[in-house]
């Protein structure tokens, strides 16, 4: 499974982007997707979940309320539509799949990854 992330780029505090992520390969709509995040200096961490069928989500808690994620399984899809965007959600977003449909919070229990989309957020 190949997972490419696009969306990314440079917006003014407050402002939106559209992150989306495209599978292929021996792709499964089963399988639980997620945006996790890296900025620099700092720890990878877990800024969205979504399972199989989009019945349980999950945000971390600075981004409730402004981040959405969703997905299109015909289309073997994720999205994570950003709004109020803060210069503290600067970071590198990466779009990463596990086999199992359930959610998992720890970037170790996915097995699928994509390259990654640089977000930057000026004040």
């Known amino acids: 499974v190949q997972l490419q992330a696009c969306g990314g780029g440079l917006v003014q505090a407050g402002g939106s982007l559209r992150l989306s992520c495209a599978a292929s390969?021996?792709?499964?709509?089963?399988?639980?997707m997620a945006w996790f995040r890296q900025a620099p200096g700092k720890e990878r961490e877990l800024v969205a979940a979504?399972?199989?069928?989009?019945?349980?989500?999950y945000y971390e808690d600075s981004v409730k309320g402004r981040f959405t994620i969703s997905r299109v399984n015909t289309k073997n899809t994720v999205h994570l539509q950003m709004n109020s965007l803060r210069p503290e959600d600067t970071a590198v977003y990466y779009c990463?799949?596990?086999?199992?449909?359930?959610?998992?919070?720890?970037?170790?229990?996915?097995?699928?990854w994509g390259q990654g989309t640089l977000v930057t957020v000026s004040s």
């Open positions: 990463a799949g596990r086999v199992s449909s359930d959610i998992r919070t720890s970037g170790s229990d996915y097995t699928y």
């Open positions: 390969g021996r792709t499964s709509a089963s399988s639980a």
């Open positions: 979504i399972n199989y069928n989009s019945n349980t989500k």
